[in-house]
C-alpha cells in the first residue's frame, strides 16, 4: 500500500478528474490517492467519479483559499 499525490492546482473542470482517471491506472487496490485541487466544481466532480468506478472516496476537505484535497482509497 502507497500513498500518492496529484496536484491539479489551476486546472479546470473536467481536467482534474481526468487527470486522476489517468493516475488511477497506475494504482494498486489499497492505495491512497491525495489531490490537491482549486477548480470550484472538483468536490461534486470527484464524489461523482468515485462512485461511478467504485473507489472509495475518504474525505474532500476544503482547504481555504478555494483549494481542496480529497483522500481516494483504491
Known sequence: MATHTL???GLKC???VLKVA???KELSPGDLL????DCPSFPKD???WCQKTGKTLLVCADEGGGKFKAQIQF
Open 22 to 24: 489517468v493516475k488511477a
Open 7 to 9: 496536484d491539479v492546482l
Open 46 to 48: 470527484i464524489e461523482a
Open 14 to 16: 473536467p481536467q482534474p
Open 34 to 37: 491525495e489531490v490537491l485541487a
